[in-house]
């Protein structure tokens, strides 16, 4: 398992400045580093000359705050990068099976798979994401994410099979469950999943999490992970308010940051894991989190860039924060995540998105195992 640490809080007054505590702000205490404009910051972070030998580039420095993880199912790209973790989803791994280097992954999963008298495509679309795993697991010291199908997401039975197939694959090729993430929505049904997988040694990410309910929820099961999505928290904010935001302000970074005090306020163990990022201000805004899952682009602009890159999220500060516990058994989970039409939207959205992927991808493996495509729906 990943192990990370946080340092000590470095200045960062090449990129940012103070503004007096801005009231209505969760988790504030006293005065905080306000980032500028994005644009703007990225120009103070100045561009990295290794050939120099003038500092670390900020991926560097942001390591020794918080773990860095790759969001992406290109194995070859993220070996630059040097990741601790590793993150898929449908999405990417459908991008990935469409590259010409890659689509080999496809087809030998299928081959093996007609060999071995496998007729579901379904199985054969978990052989290809643990064939995936296997190569980035070569390539990085950590763990990997591998989900379980999206349109399972309110089928608790169904769900489990399927995240322990996905582990008995994993186990048959020779990988440890303890290297393995099962990465599953975050509605109710994959909360209750998440608590009987843990209760078997297997080991879980939440994804798809907009919301502090969502959070604890997972929190109270003892699920190992959570991922909440910043970048698409603050998509629905400026699309709701036309209003841009800095990066202190941004929404998602505020969410990020109030379940993050929640989790270490109350001792809960789950790891937080910043994900879906639309800019490295969002990223360096949370530097300090456990995780950070960080797409192969803005990995390669945080490794461009130079600048000191402080912690800006402490476990001793939250133990002191003045947070109030919330209810997360299925009567408060969901009224809450109905009261927040932020989370519930960005929720049912995102499982649609992801069954989009999914249902493409099994649409790939049947014409390679020459049966019909799926009826459209």
Same mark, same amino acid.
């Given at each position: 398992?990943?192990?990370?640490?946080?340092?000590?809080?470095?200045?960062?007054?090449?990129?940012?400045?103070?503004?007096?505590?801005?009231?209505?702000?969760?988790?504030?205490?006293?005065?905080?580093?306000?980032?500028?404009?994005?644009?703007?910051?990225?120009?103070?972070?100045?561009?990295?000359?290794?050939?120099?030998?003038?500092?670390?580039?900020?991926?560097?420095?942001?390591?020794?705050?918080?773990?860095?993880?790759?969001?992406?199912?290109?194995?070859?790209?993220?070996?630059?990068?040097?990741?601790?973790?590793?993150?898929?989803?449908?999405?990417?791994?459908?991008?990935?099976?469409?590259?010409?280097?890659?689509?080999?992954?496809?087809?030998?999963?299928?081959?093996?798979?007609?060999?071995?008298?496998?007729?579901?495509?379904?199985?054969?679309?978990?052989?290809?994401?643990? @064939?995936?795993?296997? *190569? #980035? +697991?070569? &390539?990085?010291?950590?763990?990997?994410? =591998?989900?379980?199908? !999206?349109? $399972?997401?309110?089928?608790?039975?169904?769900?489990?099979?399927?995240?322990?197939?996905?582990?008995?694959?994993?186990?048959?090729?020779?990988?440890?469950?303890?290297?393995?993430?099962?990465?599953?929505?975050?509605?109710?049904?994959?909360?209750?999943?998440?608590?009987?997988?843990?209760?078997?040694?297997?080991?879980?990410?939440?994804?798809?999490?907009?919301?502090?309910?969502?959070?604890?929820?997972?929190?109270?099961?003892?699920?190992?992970?959570?991922?909440?999505?910043?970048?698409?928290?603050?998509?629905?904010?400026?699309?709701?308010?036309?209003?841009?935001?800095?990066?202190?302000?941004?929404?998602?970074?505020?969410?990020?940051?109030?379940?993050?005090?929640?989790?270490?306020?109350?001792?809960?163990?789950?790891?937080?894991?910043?994900?879906?990022? @639309?800019?490295?201000? *969002? #990223? +360096?805004? &949370?530097?300090?989190?456990?995780?950070? =899952?960080?797409?192969? !682009?803005? $990995?390669?602009?945080?490794?461009?860039?130079?600048?000191?890159?402080?912690?800006?999220?402490?476990?001793?500060?939250?133990?002191?924060?003045?947070?109030?516990?919330?209810?997360?058994?299925?009567?408060?989970?969901?009224?809450?995540?109905?009261?927040?039409?932020?989370?519930?939207?960005?929720?049912?959205?995102?499982?649609?998105?992801?069954?989009?992927?999914?249902?493409?991808?099994?649409?790939?493996?049947?014409?390679?195992?020459?049966?019909?495509?799926?009826?459209?729906?």
């Amino acid at each position: 398992m990943a192990v990370h640490t946080v340092a000590k809080r470095v200045p960062a007054k090449a990129w940012v400045k103070e503004t007096p505590r801005r009231a209505g702000l969760a988790g504030r205490t006293k005065a905080e580093p306000r980032l500028l404009n994005p644009s703007k910051r990225i120009q103070r972070l100045k561009p990295l000359n290794s050939s120099n030998g003038v500092g670390s580039s900020a991926l560097d420095q942001l390591k020794k705050h918080t773990t860095v993880v790759a969001d992406t199912g290109d194995f070859e790209l993220m070996a630059q990068y040097e990741p601790q973790d590793a993150t898929t989803n449908p999405s990417l791994i459908l991008k990935a099976v469409k590259s010409p280097q890659y689509a080999h992954i496809l087809s030998e999963a299928v081959q093996e798979a007609t060999q071995a008298g496998i007729t579901d495509p379904e199985e054969v679309i978990d052989r290809v994401l643990v @064939r995936f795993g296997c *190569e #980035i +697991l070569k &390539i990085i010291p950590g763990r990997v994410s =591998t989900e379980v199908d !999206a349109r $399972l997401s309110f089928d608790k039975d169904a769900s489990l099979f399927r995240a322990r197939r996905i582990i008995k694959l994993y186990e048959e090729a020779g990988i440890s469950r303890e290297r393995i993430l099962i990465k599953l929505a975050t509605t109710w049904e994959g909360v209750q999943t998440a608590k009987q997988l843990e209760s078997e040694g297997i080991h879980v990410n939440m994804t798809l999490l907009f919301s502090l309910v969502q959070a604890v929820a997972c929190a109270e099961v003892g699920a190992t992970l959570i991922s909440p999505f910043v970048g698409r928290i603050l998509d629905w904010h400026k699309k709701a308010t036309g209003k841009e935001y800095t990066s202190e302000e941004d929404p998602g970074v505020q969410s990020v940051k109030t379940i993050y005090n929640y989790y270490k306020k109350f001792g809960h163990k789950t790891e937080v894991m910043g994900a879906s990022f @639309r800019n490295v201000g *969002e #990223i +360096l805004e &949370i530097a300090g989190v456990d995780l950070i =899952t960080i797409s192969p !682009a803005l $990995l390669g602009e945080l490794k461009s860039l130079s600048g000191p890159v402080g912690a800006k999220l402490s476990a001793d500060a939250a133990k002191t924060a003045d947070i109030d516990r919330i209810d997360s058994d299925e009567k408060a989970y969901r009224f809450l995540l109905n009261e927040d039409a932020m989370g519930t939207e960005k929720l049912s959205e995102g499982i649609r998105l992801f069954v989009k992927d999914s249902r493409e991808l099994e649409n790939m493996i049947r014409a390679e195992m020459g049966i019909s495509a799926m009826a459209a729906v």
